[in-house]
């Protein structure tokens, strides 16, 4: 099932599918891309970010960005 990143609860799981809106240079080096697997750590109330892990390493991310990455999620 296909979601946004920033639908994501606490510690699911899924894999990067696409990334919308011109963003893919931006995020790459935060090491997220097509094809990463990424695990939703936290997510901060009233459209404050979310902090996500890809390889290993914890990232933050504005609710912004996290709405444009879509992410394959395991039912």
Do not use: C, F, N, Q
């Amino acid at each position: 099932m296909e979601k946004k990143l920033s639908e994501m609860i606490y510690d699911e799981e899924g894999i990067v599918k696409r990334i919308e809106g011109g963003l893919r240079e931006r995020i790459a080096g935060m090491g997220i891309r097509v094809g990463k697997k990424v695990k939703m750590i936290t997510k901060h109330p009233m459209k404050g970010p979310v902090v996500v892990v890809v390889d290993e390493a914890r990232t933050s991310l504005g609710l912004s960005i996290a709405e444009k990455i879509i992410v394959e999620v395991k039912k």
